[in-house]
């Protein structure tokens, strides 16, 4: 009885409140990853040969660096060129262009696997190459990508405990926290785990829900 008092009434309020900073971590990296992804994964495929190129080493970047070293660097880096962020910009800063060199990935493969024939056909209509892409070719690479991209959101679910390394104290490193204060780590992070299955698992049905409701009827099978 004495654990359970001292788990509801000493733990669980302090890792709640990590929960929430974990939150407020993830929703902006997510936005922002997937909106930089798209648009690198739009330049990776109908940018020139320059912008290509350039588009192709951020990613090579930013999948080739560990993303631990990615936020030591805007945490501990930067202020030594003079710019100073916070934890927290920091941490959404590195999760958000991580996340965006692998989304720009799967919105690539997507935007290659579109049949090249719309393409004629929406130049023969007179279609812009802007219109072309945006009005046509987009949209279908989006839904097709949504799997892979969905995959990555829940990889950054998990990301987000590495953000307590450069001082943004979130659920890890509330849990982190209380363990070195209690030693009681089996149990406190066992707690920890459980909170991140629920929240993987949630966000599993829900990207879940949004592959079923933009699959083609009749034509795909998505889950359940």
Avoid at 19 to 42: H, K, M, N, Q, T
Avoid at 66 to 76: A, E, M, N
Wanted: glycine share 8%; proline share 4%.
């Amino acid at each position: 009885m004495e654990e359970l008092f001292f788990i509801e009434h000493r733990v669980l309020p302090i890792l709640f409140r990590g929960l929430i900073i974990s939150i407020e971590l993830i929703i902006p990296s997510a936005v922002f990853g997937l909106i930089i992804g798209i648009f690198v994964g739009v330049l990776r495929v109908f940018g020139d040969t320059v912008i290509r190129r350039l588009a192709d080493v951020y990613v090579a970047i930013f999948r080739g660096f560990p993303l631990v070293v990615q936020l030591f660097i805007w945490y501990f880096g930067l202020p030594h060129l003079g710019i100073y962020l916070t934890p927290y910009t920091a941490a959404v800063m590195g999760f958000s262009l991580c996340s965006a060199a692998y989304h720009s990935e799967y919105i690539r493969g997507a935007l290659l696997s579109i049949k090249r024939g719309q393409l004629h056909a929406a130049q023969a209509l007179g279609f812009s190459k802007t219109q072309m892409i945006f009005s046509i070719i987009l949209p279908q690479a989006i839904r097709r990508a949504l799997p892979g991209c969905g995959n990555e959101i829940i990889y950054l679910i998990k990301y987000s405990s590495l953000a307590y390394m450069i001082t943004c104290i979130e659920l890890t490193g509330m849990g982190h926290t209380i363990a070195s204060e209690t030693f009681k780590f089996t149990e406190i992070f066992l707690i920890v785990g459980a909170i991140y299955l629920v929240m993987t698992t949630l966000a599993s049905r829900l990207l879940l829900y949004f592959e079923n409701r933009f699959r083609i009827p009749g034509f795909e099978h998505v889950g359940t």
